[in-house]
């Protein structure tokens, strides 16, 4: 039984018979047809068994903006040493380390250590071993040597040290490329014989024609219209797989944050709302955060510019939070401190204005909403996140009463193993840290900070009952439940992965 074969085909077999594994873009160079007309005529002659198509992909690496930055002035660790090579005795303050080398410090030490290049000494850091080029290094100089800037994953010989590389943000950039190569089979290399030198083009199906009656339309089909021993050539394959829809759908940490808010409700709590730009009375002084405390310094908090609040709070308020801090903290409280506003770094001074100015006996609220903090943007770190909240409040509330209710609100979560881990918390007294087990990592994990309001945040706002207080990052819990290694990806908006997340984990 013969093939009616189309013009398009036609063309391809002719081009690929003269030369084999050619891309549907070099195909498109040597033939004139669009890139449209290829794909097409590709498939017919796939479903015909007269071409083959190979499909492969390579992974290639990149420096991003740390990569680059250490190719030019070396590593953290590298610098750090460096700089005791030109010190006497090869030695210095820890301090003096630090403000050489800045934002770099954190990252140069934990390395240097781990390759054993430093020993410290109470306050004193001490050059010690040798200091030969790290594997990782060799890779970054590689890289850019390339004149392209990229290089394929192929050729490092290191695939460890690569790995080492991936897990130091912005140090490595990772892409793929696919690539597709189409040939004859031994079918399409006799059939391509039989097509003659000059092919008339005529037949094929203008790209930009919209009317279906159309001469030319009619002509093909009656080109490609099977008869009693012919076939068709363009048969449906009812095996194909149908086009991909993409329904419009929420967020998957929106999907998170729903969760976390129809959990809280069903367990009997309400929602409360706040402002995100806050006093600083009601963000620090309220609980208990002395005004000379690092985090209320301008390299970890946002502060609105040349604007204050005119009513912070109650002058009874006002006096006694004073007072307590006052004799806590032995220094002249300054109201102007207090009046300053931020851009609030937890929701807590939500859920404690909520309970002073109610004055509940008895009360179980919660808050959700954004938050800032004025760090550095890391894997494991954002400027703006979402943070949950919530406390209880009543006459014979016990930290046991909050353990189990952390333990109820993980099991709804589908968080089995769970334990709590004795830690410090400014405001509460005693405090816990949860811990719960991620299975796919394989290793306990910090998650919500909890504890019992201490008195000195109570009683000067008039709370006269003890108050659990728990709190937590939301991103957090997201990247645990999609298996993400960078927070950030939560925000990049990539579509591939926005769409694979299933709905219903």
């Keep these: 039984m013969s093939q009616v074969l189309h013009p398009i085909e036609q063309k391809i077999l002719k081009t690929l018979i003269e030369k084999q594994n050619l891309t549907p873009e070099e195909l498109c160079d040597m033939t004139k047809l669009s890139i449209d007309q290829i794909r097409r005529g590709i498939e017919w002659l796939k479903f015909k068994n007269l071409a083959h198509v190979t499909e492969s992909e390579?992974?290639?690496?990149?420096?991003?903006?740390?990569?680059?930055?250490?190719?030019?002035?070396?590593?953290?660790?590298?610098?750090?040493?460096?700089?005791?090579?030109?010190?006497?005795g090869y030695s210095c303050e820890i301090n003096d380390a630090k403000n050489y080398l800045k934002n770099e410090f954190s990252p140069a030490i934990a390395n240097a250590k781990k390759n054993a290049w430093i020993e410290i000494h109470e306050n004193r850091m001490l050059l010690k071993g040798y200091h030969d080029v790290t594997p990782e290094e060799k890779i970054i100089k590689s890289i850019a040597s390339k004149?392209?800037?990229?290089?394929?994953?192929?050729?490092?010989?290191?695939k460890n040290a690569l790995d080492l590389l991936k897990k130091r943000p912005e140090f490595i950039i990772s892409?793929?490329?696919?690539?597709?190569?189409?040939?004859?089979?031994?079918?399409?290399?006799?059939?391509?014989?039989?097509?003659?030198?000059?092919?008339?083009?005529?037949?094929?199906?203008?790209?930009?024609?919209?009317?279906?009656?159309?001469?030319?339309?009619?002509?093909?089909?009656?080109?490609?219209?099977?008869?009693?021993?012919?076939?068709?050539?363009?048969?449906?394959?009812?095996?194909?797989?149908?086009?991909?829809?993409?329904?419009?759908r929420s967020h998957p940490l929106r999907d998170?944050?729903?969760?976390?808010?129809?959990?809280?409700?069903?367990?009997?709590?309400?929602?409360?709302?706040?402002?995100?730009?806050?006093?600083?009375?009601?963000?620090?002084?309220?609980?208990?955060?002395?005004?000379?405390?690092?985090?209320?310094?301008?390299?970890?908090?946002?502060?609105?510019?040349?604007?204050?609040?005119?009513?912070?709070?109650?002058?009874?308020?006002?006096?006694?939070?004073?007072?307590?801090?006052?004799?806590?903290?032995?220094?002249?409280?300054?109201?102007?401190?207090?009046?300053?506003?931020?851009?609030?770094?937890?929701?807590?001074?939500?859920?404690?204005?909520?309970?002073?100015?109610?004055?509940?006996?008895?009360?179980?609220?919660?808050?959700?909403?954004?938050?800032f903090r004025n760090e550095k943007l890391s894997y494991k770190h954002l400027a703006e996140f979402h943070q949950v909240e919530g406390v209880v409040v009543g006459k014979n509330v016990t930290l046991r009463d909050l353990m189990g209710l952390q333990t109820e609100f993980y099991h709804k979560m589908g968080i089995k193993k769970i334990k709590f881990w004795p830690t410090f918390f400014p405001y509460t007294e005693p405090s816990l840290q949860s811990m719960?087990?991620?299975?796919?990592?394989g290793k306990w994990v910090e998650l919500f900070g909890m504890g019992i309001f201490r008195p000195e945040v109570t009683k000067p706002l008039g709370?006269?009952?003890?108050?659990?207080?728990?709190?937590?990052?939301?991103?957090?819990?997201?990247?645990?439940?999609?298996?993400?290694?960078?927070?950030?990806?939560?925000?990049?908006?990539?579509?591939?992965?926005?769409?694979?997340?299933?709905?219903?984990?």
């Design 58 to 88: 390579k992974n290639f690496v990149t420096l991003g903006a740390r990569g680059k930055e250490a190719h030019e002035k070396g590593f953290p660790e590298r610098q750090l040493v460096n700089y005791l090579k030109s010190l006497d």
């Design 147 to 158: 004149n392209s800037a990229e290089m394929s994953v192929d050729e490092l010989e290191d």
């Design 175 to 248: 892409n793929s490329k696919k690539s597709v190569l189409v040939n004859l089979t031994e079918k399409g290399i006799e059939t391509a014989k039989t097509v003659p030198d000059k092919i008339d083009m005529s037949e094929t199906i203008p790209e930009t024609s919209s009317q279906s009656d159309s001469a030319d339309v009619k002509k093909v089909a009656k080109t490609i219209s099977h008869t009693t021993d012919s076939l068709l050539v363009r048969a449906i394959d009812v095996e194909a797989p149908a086009p991909t829809i993409f329904a419009a």
């Design 256 to 371: 998170v944050i729903d969760e976390v808010r129809e959990i809280f409700v069903s367990l009997g709590f309400s929602e409360i709302i706040g402002n995100n730009i806050q006093s600083s009375f009601w963000n620090f002084d309220a609980l208990f955060t002395p005004q000379d405390h690092p985090a209320r310094e301008m390299q970890d908090t946002f502060y609105l510019k040349d604007i204050t609040s005119g009513k912070v709070a109650k002058p009874d308020q006002i006096k006694k939070v004073s007072e307590a801090h006052k004799k806590g903290w032995n220094y002249q409280w300054q109201n102007e401190e207090a009046r300053k506003l931020v851009l609030r770094t937890h929701t807590t001074c939500v859920t404690i204005r909520a309970l002073a100015d109610q004055q509940h006996d008895e009360a179980r609220l919660f808050s959700i909403g954004r938050v």
């Design 436 to 441: 719960i087990y991620n299975e796919k990592l």
């Design 463 to 505: 709370i006269k009952n003890p108050v659990l207080a728990w709190g937590g990052g939301i991103e957090r819990i997201a990247m645990l439940r999609y298996g993400l290694e960078d927070v950030r990806e939560l925000y990049e908006n990539k579509f591939g992965w926005l769409r694979s997340v299933p709905k219903c984990q």
